[in-house]
């Protein structure tokens, strides 16, 4: 057993103990040939800049006389001090000085770097391979084997420090840190392996591991040392491995953690150990909340997720006083910690009713605070969202109708906070409303019609329209509050009360609200771009409007319903409530003071008010033959109902040509000129293969006259022009 522990002894000195003194040794011996050799470069430096006429264009002194002075006593001149012959550097003359320097400095960065680093990994692996191969022979019972890994730690780490010491800090702060990780190891072998030690013992040591290798880091401004460090603290938990009772003390390790992580990177000016922490407690603490979190435990996981969050956020604020080139770039980063901390929250809240609505309530609350302070307008558009969307999410899960008034009161309370921080800003701010605030305001009006929709429509149905009904009124008194401080914010508030009015009109009658309230909205929209001339706004209503028009024609084109009333049906009222909008909004670039500016805007407008005209008579055609199929033979009936339809086409198309020459705008003739090709189109090859004889001579006589009558109002159109050039 003597021999075989001498063995071990002699073995560890010579893989470790002599190669790291051999490496201090030749270190020192190399830092001082270069210190020699910076010493000449800096003399022939000084000598290369001494002026040639200092050394040649001096007077010649009278023999015997000498360049230092006047003659000795004893009459002979003192021997002449000679300066040394200049002799240029040495380099590689078949590259040039340049690549001399470049090559000069690779091979040092190779030579006090890599070959470094290199050294240190294969002594670490050669003495791994000598412990398993002495661990599978049984040389050396399981305490030593952990002993071992101390004793080589101690040895590495006394090793690193005495080569600080000696000026060579890079080598002695990368010895020092392999130290570290072979303590980790150690201590990692003696629980897990060969359980020596209970997971508290275990982990008490790899703090005490991680807390001597953070002291190291401070007192050698070693930022790679501390990174070490920043790992080991986050990977000591999971060294030493744990179960579900031990989820506040994983948190509360965490949080003193990221106490001594930001004492530590402050004190040094380290913004990259920020953002290595940040990232860690990112990645450890959803593990740790996958593997042992338990329900009861909801509020202490969210008292400690505030904690970190609001560290990170002060290390943020505090980083704008850092010089360090990457603050920018981490404090840019670190900007996230409020959408990671709300997510984390929802995770975590979510299944608990009351503490999710409250987390949301106060979250709105001091996000609403904080940016009206700051003068925040993207941010609270933001922050209604991130509220609104686990709102709706809440609402599709149905909850039983005692929670009814809580969903509902958190609405109003999430609103009202928003209303309320617009108006500061209004009130503080005398300018135009920001492009923002010209979202938020419909956003907040519209999102809470809809949230109190989702509630009350499960259960309280009949509650939705007068509550549509209070929202309107709300907002006319928010109108005219706003009209007293800033006449153009009042026009925004005014554009939400007509549609919430108009929406509780369609609540009331079981209709489309939605589309109702997105056509209404997308009026008010345009109407407020044309008076503001953002065209942004007016792209926007715009957007609101082609929605509403899809949802029409997804229901017009469905199914049609067994009870049906032509022209007094949802369907077409619908219809005609698009196309007064659209109307609405010709009207109002024909009358805006920019009207001749908007010239495409103006056609569009006109354009589709006409198609979703004809296809909402199209479609009440179909759907009335459709219904009485079964009163009718069906050829006979589908016979009839092509013939109205070509009939209806071309007389709205010549109806479209007169009212084009009346009002001298093209685009309605343009418009006809397409609906009669389409009719024709039809007739020659849908009514003609499908009609009896009657019906095609219907449908021919009927669609020539009305292209003869279109003609017609063509020619006189043109007889009334006078030819180019001809005089008035």
Known sequence: MVALLLTVVIGLFLTIVLPLVSLARAAATRDAVAGLERRLAALEARLRDTPDTARTDAPVPPHGVSPAGPPSASGSAPSEVHAPPYAPPTHDTARGPAAGTVAARLETRIGTRW???????????????????????????????????????????????????????????????????????????????????????????????????????????????????????????????GDAATYVSLLSYTALLLGAIVFLAHRCDWPAIYLLSFVLTGLTVPIWHAQFFESDAYLTAELFLTLYAALFLWVQQGMRRSSHPYARWVRLVLWTTPAWYHVASLWVLTPHRLAFLVYLIVGTGVGVVFAVRRDGTWSRLVLWVAVAIPLFAWADSQPDPSWLVPAALSWLAIAAMHVAGQVELIRRVRTRLAA?????????????????????????????????????????????????????????????????????????????????????????????????????VRAVGALLLGAATVDLLAQQLGPVPAPYSVMLNQRALLGFFVVGALSAVAWLHARSDAGSAYPTALAAAVVSANLVMLVTLSTEIYAFWHVRATDFRGARSEFIRHLMLSATWGAYAAALTAAGFKRGYAPIRYLAIGIFSVTVIKVFTVDFSQLDSLYRILSSLALGLLLVGASYLYQRQGASTPPPGSGP
């Not at 080569?163 to 890079?170: E, L």
């Open 115 to 241: 070959m470094l680093y290199v050294g240190v990994a294969a002594l670490v692996i050669g003495v791994g391979l000598l412990i398993r191969y002495a661990f599978a022979n049984q040389w050396i019972t399981e305490p030593l084997r952990v002993a071992f890994g101390g004793l080589a730690g101690l040895l590495v780490f006394l090793t690193g420090r005495r080569a600080v010491a000696a000026g060579h800090r890079r080598f002695g702060t990368t010895l020092v840190g392999g130290s570290i990780a072979i303590w980790y190891l150690a201590v990692h072998a003696a629980v897990n392996l060969y359980s020596l030690l209970g997971q508290g013992a275990g982990f008490g040591l790899l703090v005490t591991v991680t807390a001597l290798a953070a002291v190291q880091a401070d007192r050698l401004r070693s930022q790679p040392l501390a990174t070490v460090a920043v790992l080991g603290g986050f990977g000591a938990p999971f060294l030493v491995g």
């Open 436 to 536: 923002a605030d010209v979202l938020l305001v419909p956003v907040t009006g519209l999102g809470l019609c809809a949230g109190l929709y989702a509630v009350l429509a499960p259960s309280r149905y009949a509650l939705a329209a007068p509550v549509a009904a209070a929202l309107a009124a709300a907002y006319a008194g928010l109108t005219t509050v706003l009209r007293r401080l800033d006449p153009r914010a009042a026009r925004h508030a005014l554009s939400v009360t007509a549609a919430l009015a108009l929406a509780a009109v369609a609540i009331w009658f079981d209709g489309r609200w939605g589309s109702v309230l997105l056509a209404a909205q997308g009026v008010g929209m345009v109407w407020i771009g044309l008076h503001e001339q953002r065209s942004w």
